[in-house]
């Protein structure tokens, strides 16, 4: 059985990274809805973009010392930044779309775990840490390949190129610093062109829109 302090310390140890995640989610959301307007254009993807979250929501994650508390704060951080966004946007005078909050909350909960477990596995610098990185990079690269061959023309190629640097430069950062033998490169390699692909696959089928016609 648990015993009081056991479970005081235990709650002792998860508010913090959990609060962090909550208010860091918060401020990267109110943040977006206003880059929406005050970004260059160059720079104006940054404020629609799943990558940045993604990566942020991974980075968040990390302060957990325990994995189940690493999923549960990508959660979290992921579902804070919809609000966020949505009340800094009421804020400025915009109305929030049900469908997208709904798909994006969502999305929140099925991609945050998953965004969790990578940052645990590579707090914790298992076996599959390759995979877990290889799985971010592959967020970032499919990212700014579908802008490259799908919206380029309406948005910055600059920033869609440069979301294509960040994932393979934070691929071949782990590989040369974190896991230099022959397996782990291949096994990150092979995780961020398969996640890259799949994020392709996805975005370019218009899910939005799919979602809506459940609801």
Do not use: K
Not at 124 to 141: D, E, K, Y
Not at 162 to 184: H, M, N, Q
């Amino acid at each position: 059985m648990t015993t009081d302090a056991e479970a005081a310390s235990s709650a002792g140890t998860a508010l913090p990274p959990l609060a962090t995640a909550v208010g860091g989610g918060l401020l990267v959301g109110c943040l977006t809805s206003h880059g929406q307007g005050l970004l260059p254009s160059a720079l104006a993807p940054l404020a629609n973009s799943a990558g940045s979250w993604s990566l942020i929501a991974f980075l968040l994650a990390m302060r957990g010392p325990r994995p189940w508390l690493c999923m549960l704060a990508a959660s979290l951080s992921l579902a804070a930044m919809v609000l966020g966004y949505d009340l800094a946007s009421v804020l400025r005078g915009y109305t929030a779309s049900p469908v997208a909050t709904a798909f994006w909350l969502t999305a929140a909960v099925v991609v945050g775990p998953v965004l969790g477990w990578g940052a645990a596995t590579v707090r914790r610098r298992s076996g599959l840490a390759p995979a877990a990185i290889g799985a971010m990079s592959g967020v970032l690269v499919g990212e700014g390949v579908y802008g490259l061959l799908y919206i380029a023309d309406t948005t910055s190629p600059l920033y869609w190129s440069g979301s294509v640097a960040a994932g393979t430069a934070l691929l071949a950062w782990a590989c040369v610093r974190r896991f230099p033998d022959p397996r782990s490169i291949l096994l990150g390699t092979a995780a961020t062109a398969l996640t890259a692909a799949a994020f392709v696959g996805v975005y370019s089928s218009n899910i939005l829109v799919l979602f809506s016609r459940i609801l």
